[in-house]
């Protein structure tokens, strides 16, 4: 069992790290493995070219791509980033955009979503990422309160006690899903598909 946690700070071993790091060592300690993976700057925004689904591989050829094959041999997902004006930080937001679109293997699997910030926006951001996962049929880790981890420079995020509580409760919860999921996963089987219908509001 793994999960795979996407830094979408530019800063390698940010306050984004950091807290990704805590819940990696709460998985760890519950026998799930992780990986730590750094989108770093410069990503891309989808073009809408349509490619990926002909092929299932971006045209950009970069860390999109290597991230959607190693979601398939995970079991959840770990989406952390900065807060930029109250929102999901541009490259980050470029990275799940095309993340999601090309249809990475995430229907089923457990996600969470982790905000990081110095002051305000944090639950605008959490909940932006949790709309990633809604529409990818994902099964959204609850907590304690929203996972949104306070600090400026880096490891002050440490000093924000309650966040990394949050956080470290957030992973323990994910680690019980993926349990239940692997427990029974040859007793229920998911739920099929509905064949959904694609409507527009022009008359």
Known sequence: ?????????????????????????????????????????NVPGCTGCGACRQTGKC??????????????????????????????????????????????PLAHKVAAGVAVLRRSGGVDTFHQLNNYFNLANCIITPSQYW??????????????????????????????IIKMIDATRDTIAPPAPVSRARTNFIR
């Not at 490259?91 to 990475?104: I, P, Q, T, W």
């Not at 949104?148 to 440490?158: D, F, M, R, S, T």
């Open 1 to 41: 069992m793994k999960v795979l946690a996407i830094n979408g700070s530019p800063h390698q071993y940010g306050n984004t790290y950091q807290v990704l790091s805590v819940m990696a060592e709460e998985l760890e300690k519950e026998g799930i493995a992780s990986e730590i993976v750094h989108i770093g700057a």
């Open 59 to 104: 045209v950009y050829g970069d860390i999109v791509n290597t991230c959607v094959e190693k979601m398939a041999s995970c079991d959840g997902l770990i989406v952390g980033t900065p807060v930029h004006y109250s929102g999901i930080a541009g490259d980050m937001k470029s990275f799940l955009d095309r993340f999601f679109y090309m249809g990475a």
């Open 147 to 176: 996972s949104v981890v306070h600090g400026a420079n880096p490891g002050e995020v440490l000093q924000d006690l309650e966040g990394i509580d949050v956080a470290r409760e957030c992973a323990r919860n994910m680690a019980w």
